[in-house]
């Protein structure tokens, strides 16, 4: 018997990445594997692959405005991903999207630098996006540094500066922030989910591998496709978490690049 439930559509904002890993495409895959339709608003085009990005290119913000009323305006959106975002302007104009149609789940992925160091959001957009998007969010990803940038402090060096830090950023307007620590010279990679009603601590595995890129963009965009299948957020932040490990776990059977490779978004079916 076929169900008459629609899937939840997903929607990603955020860059390209022509190697495949990272920014939009990672979106799509993990939307797709776990059971969401994705939709895609592109803010910027990089040339990159597994061993670093090369160029980037960002276009005027009024045709990002104009994806985002092409897909709102037509399609029923169930949960927004916001990643790479380039630069202020584009900041605003999606932020004033937001603010016109107001979706239920908005999940923000504070895109500042790749894993090869080369900066992704320009440093006077960073005031904007603090000022403009995290207010309008459901829940914010940073990882350490990322946090760090959003409050100008030091990167958390420990689970407890974590906590506080994302009850800063919550403090911020943020409905929930979930604090990633995998930067943490640790020997496991603890999250810290924090709420209204407390900070939830989300443990797990250091997966010694370097089939790392994208990781954030593929937690990020689990939430967002695990959001309106969910009960809580905490439920679908938990199974989002559970899902990119083993999403690393797999990546070894991929053989994609001489870098730091992608995970494996389909490693359940493949």
């Known amino acids: 018997m076929t169900s008459t439930t629609s899937i939840p559509n997903a929607l990603t904002i955020a860059g390209s990445d022509s190697g495949g890993g990272a920014g939009i495409q990672a979106d799509l895959k993990a939307f797709s594997a776990l059971g969401a339709y994705g939709l895609s608003v592109v803010t910027a085009l990089t040339a990159q692959n597994t061993r670093g990005v090369t160029a980037v290119h960002a276009p005027e913000p009024a045709f990002i405005t104009a994806q985002l009323d092409a897909v709102f305006d037509d399609i029923r959106i169930d949960a927004v991903k916001i990643g790479m975002l380039a630069n202020a302007g584009i900041v605003r104009a999606v932020a004033d999207a937001l603010r016109r149609y107001r979706p239920k789940h908005v999940v923000l992925d504070t895109v500042m630098i790749s894993k090869s160091n080369h900066a992704l959001l320009a440093p006077e ?146």
């Not at 620590?181 to 595995?205: C, K």
Request: charged fraction near 20%; proline fraction near 5%.
């Open 125 to 270: 957009a960073v005031a904007a996006l603090r000022d403009e998007l995290l207010p309008l969010a459901t829940i914010v990803t940073p990882n350490l540094p990322e946090a760090a940038a959003l409050l100008g402090v030091q990167s958390a060096a420990d689970e407890d500066e974590m906590v506080r830090q994302g009850e800063a950023l919550r403090a911020l307007g943020a409905r929930a922030v979930l604090m990633n620590g995998g930067h943490l010279a640790s020997s496991d990679s603890p999250d810290w989910l924090i709420e209204a009603n407390g900070a939830l601590r989300l443990g797990g595995a250091r997966v010694p591998l370097k089939n790392t890129h994208g990781t954030g963009c593929t937690l990020s965009s689990a939430i967002a496709a695990l959001a309106p299948q969910s009960g809580d957020l905490a439920t679908a932040t938990a199974e989002a978490k559970r899902y990119l490990t083993g999403a690393i776990e797999a990546s070894t059977r991929l053989d994609v690049g001489h870098g730091v490779g992608p995970v494996h978004h389909f490693f359940r079916w493949l």
